[in-house]
Nanobody, 116 residues
Framework: QLQASGGGLVQAGGSLRLSCVASGRIFSINTMGWYRQAPGKERELVASVASDGSTNYADSVKGRFTISRDNAKNTVSLQMNSLKPEDTAVYYC????????????WGQGTLVTVSS
């Protein structure tokens, strides 16, 4: 129901764009988010975008990452610029109803590796 793509290997300072396609049923009413989990660390919310387009970002990525959604294509994207080695992680797209804080729908992860 959520299909993520776009991960890969990039040098520090480079850019990557992640995309996630969701089924219409999930996408239309839900807040969409990108999580990441680095080796040995807990999963963290990187960015989210509500159905009205409002966004939130983790402090660690503010000014470098941009989340956006294309309602016509049921797609949420994460543009990642000025990547750092500490951004290396498996990235997951997820969705939650606006009435809750719990993400209920998850895509498979996509690996982002940033080399120094």
């Amino acid at each position: 129901q959520l299909q993520a793509s776009g991960g890969g290997l990039v040098q520090a300072g480079g850019s990557l764009r992640l995309s996630c396609v969701a089924s219409g049923r999930i996408f239309s009413i839900n807040t969409m988010g990108w999580y990441r989990q680095a080796p040995g660390k807990e999963r963290e919310l990187v960015a989210s975008v509500a159905s009205d387009g409002s966004t939130n970002y983790a402090d660690s990525v503010k000014g470098r990452f941009t989340i956006s959604r294309d309602n016509a294509k049921n797609t949420v994207s994460l543009q990642m610029n000025s990547l750092k080695p500490e951004d290396t992680a498996v990235y997951y797209c997820a969705a939650r109803p606006p009435s809750t804080s719990t993400y209920r729908y998850w895509g498979q992860g996509t690996l982002v590796t940033v080399s120094s």
